[in-house]
């Protein structure tokens, strides 16, 4: 049994924009049949200790095309998480463009942890997230996060880095925190080339980037930074399901195929090499499926940052190297980098106590 599991359901493969960088493939009407939810719901449900936690997320598409059935499957959850004294935390990224009642009603639901996709500038955003047909989406996106701002619901923002953005990274990230964002998500593009002048851009970025972050502490958030000075300061954080990969975490398609991550489903070919054996609507639970190899690469075994790299997520090792357990240098370099700014920011602070005091003896 799990203390912690993690459950994502792809409600549906469709989506109302037509983002050119997407991963998820073609953007077709295939529904998750509620029965197929709710079954994945009860599986994972019974695969969880009494007094532990499921993190339920939904994932499409667009999964507020599917807003009421959403709605539901949380109440589902929900009851059935009382009833087996276990504690329910929900997530769900959305593109930002949907805000008819039904969507509306889930996005400000308080248990939710809602996270929105903006690339910054609106110039920015609109290179590549747009509507079908070929208006930018940037304007409704800004106008959501404003109205959730003004309802009180807080959110966090997903900003998707490519070679194409990164100069304009740190700039996005102003806009965005002069808009009223408070938590940013960044999100390499793992499916694209990275050029050497690309991962030169990007050093520099990180850089631009974690001053920012170090000038807006603690009232502004970027992941990179945040999740590794946690990992230097030894500040205990919440245990989460991530990255089980197929073992105390499961993604479901639609048609009740099983996945050790959402980000490997695609058009759900049967083809796909990630694939998982069985489906959604066999078996009790979730429980005695095998963990695939964790990172193997000898050259990480004398890396000092070994212990807090994320190159252990073994979905974008795959999708970089086509290796689970193999990182290629992209991830290296992108740990490699946050990692020297969180601990430039604890020296930093360390420092200051000595400062300040050499500054009052003068």
Known sequence: MHSHFGLVLMVNHACNLRCDYCYTGSKFNRRMPESIGCRAIDRAIASIHPGGTMELGFFGGEPLVEADMISRMIEYARALAIE??????????????LTHPSAWTVMI????????????LMEVHDRHRRFPDGRGSAGVVLNTMKRLSDAGKEYRVNMVVRPDNVKELCEGIEFLHDAGVRRVDLSLDLWTNWTRPDAANLKEAISDCAGF???????????????KLLLLSGVPHNETARCGFGNG???????GNLYPCERLIGEDREDNPMRLFGHALDGADFLERPTAASRSDPACDACVIQSICGTTCRCSNYVRTGKVAQPDRLLCLLNELCFREARHFVELSQAAP????????G
Do not use: Y
């Not at 639901?109 to 910054?120: E, F």
């Not at 975490?249 to 048609?255: D, K, N, R």
């Open 84 to 97: 087996s004294e276990i504690s329910l935390s929900t997530g769900l990224t959305t593109n930002g463009t």
């Open 109 to 120: 639901l308080p248990c939710l942890d809602l996270v929105i996709s903006c690339d910054g």
């Open 213 to 227: 972050w170090r000038n807006h502490l603690p009232d502004f958030g970027l992941n990179w930074f945040d999740e």
């Open 249 to 255: 975490e499961i993604a479901v398609a639609p048609s």
């Open 354 to 361: 000595v400062r300040k005091e050499q500054m009052a003896c």
